[in-house]
């Protein structure tokens, strides 16, 4: 999707932009614009190549239906950009495209608004195939509604007979286009979801669990994956540094490894469309065996950032997962201030403070028991050996006078094949023999 790219960080220097919003109290609390969230919204910029030269921030009883900011306004807006010699207005509240057109066209440069921003970061930071097609149909989805007016050709009657068909505008065609492209697009992505299952499946029949990384962008995702299986993924204090997942092993004992897997960071106001295209990979929070839920304590806005992570992991159906609270960045804070309790534990993922006790939790949360033992099979039992192979992990197989098998058993194998052990299991062989 070269053409809904902005590329701002492709000029020489980044591009100058005008930051602007509107605070209504007929908007809600995450559609509106307020102080903290242009901060965070300049934050995005720098993220994307440009910067922040000027800010305008308006308090009004509705927004406007043409322009969304009031007229006397949006001729602020425009004296500003003028005066800074700016490039691009942003805005932190969602545009409808008629009032997108209408600014652009008023002030005399590109809007946007943040969805578009963040779609833009999207693009530019996703590099496995997966996360480009997510990314690319999120854009798709965008820009649909907003075609009209984007290109002045768009209107015109393309003339050529026999190459789009006679009396059929541009726009139409476009249109026809790029819906054909979006269900090209989310076919693709069903087959991601179709192999995804196949290695759920395939993972819950080894009983490996799984645990996801989840959080607000720049809380230290990253960090953490780095600090507990040395992933060294890049780690930067910048948002959405970390687009395409990634899964390592962590072994928590001889006998427990777990896949952890860090996700894509949330953030207040993400593009609807954006979290439908990237279900294909968020669906894995649904069937993970524990969620571990990074907030920054560093930031005065934790607790509000902390909320929307929350809306979100509800509207991927993966509220009831059980869940561990990490405050992260406690390097930085007074650990007093911050919540306590079974499921929640206090660190620093760069410092390693606080990291043995997660390790711990997290033992007692996935260790299912299993052991490693040393079977010896009489032949006549050597359907046990399938079963293994279905219900527990076998390392080796032997055939001498016995079947010989060394596997990783759970319980449930376990009681199966109690009378066969000889190595292992110590503990638990008196258990079962009591």
């Not at 965070?40 to 910029?45: G, P, Q, T, V």
């Not at 149909?137 to 003339?159: D, I, N, V």
């Not at 620093?348 to 006790?357: E, I, M, P």
């Not at 390392?395 to 009378?419: F, M, R």
Request: proline share 4%; charged share 30%.
């Amino acid at each position: 999707m070269k053409e809904l790219e902005l590329n701002l960080n492709t000029r020489e220097g980044a591009t100058p932009t005008i930051l602007a919003g509107l605070n209504s109290p007929v908007l809600t609390g995450e559609q509106n614009a307020t102080e903290a969230s242009l901060e965070e919204l300049e934050a995005l910029l720098e993220t994307a190549g440009g910067k922040s030269v000027g800010t305008v921030l308006q308090n009004k009883a509705t927004p406007d239906p043409k322009f969304f900011l009031g007229e006397g306004k949006v001729q602020e807006l425009k004296d500003l950009a003028h005066a800074m010699k700016a490039e691009l207005v942003v805005f932190d509240n969602d545009l409808s495209p008629s009032q997108q057109r209408a600014l652009t066209e008023a002030v005399g440069l590109p809007v946007l608004d943040r969805s578009a921003l963040i779609l833009d970061i999207f693009a530019q930071r996703a590099r496995t195939k997966e996360g480009r097609l997510q990314v690319e149909l999120a854009q798709y989805k965008y820009l649909l509604p907003r075609l009209t007016g984007m290109w002045k050709h768009l209107e015109r009657q393309e003339g050529a007979i026999g190459t789009r068909g006679p009396g059929e505008t541009q726009l139409e065609t476009d249109r026809r286009i790029i819906r054909r492209k979006i269900t090209k697009l989310e076919e693709e992505l069903k087959e991601v979801r179709r192999v995804r299952a196949t290695q759920r499946v395939k993972r819950e029949k080894n009983e490996i669990p799984v645990v996801a990384i989840v959080g607000y962008t720049n809380a230290g995702k990253s960090t953490l994956l780095n600090t507990l299986t040395g992933a060294g993924i890049p780690a930067n204090n910048r948002l959405f540094d970390t687009l395409d997942t990634t899964t390592r092993t962590l072994e928590l004992s001889d006998t427990c490894t777990v896949l952890i897997s860090d996700t894509v960071g949330f953030i207040s106001k993400l593009p609807h469309h954006l979290v439908e295209a990237f279900k294909a990979t968020l669906e894995e929070l649904e069937f993970a065996d524990l969620l571990l839920h990074v907030i920054d304590a560093s930031d005065p806005l934790w607790r509000e950032q902390a909320e929307v992570v929350e809306r979100l992991i509800a509207e991927l159906h993966a509220g009831d997962t059980p869940r561990l609270d990490l405050y992260n960045k406690a390097d930085l804070v007074t650990e007093e201030i911050l919540p306590h309790g079974e499921d929640v534990v206090t660190l620093s993922a760069k410092t390693g403070q606080g990291v043995d006790t997660l390790l711990e939790k997290l033992r007692q949360r996935l260790d299912k028991g299993t052991v490693r033992v040393t079977l010896s099979l009489p032949y006549d039992k050597g359907g046990l050996v399938d079963m293994l192979y279905r219900e527990a992990k076998v390392e080796s197989v032997e055939y001498g006078d016995t079947i010989q098998v060394v596997a990783l058993c759970s319980p449930k194998p376990l009681g199966q094949v109690k009378g066969f052990v000889v190595d292992g299991w110590k503990e638990e062989k008196e258990f079962w023999e009591e």
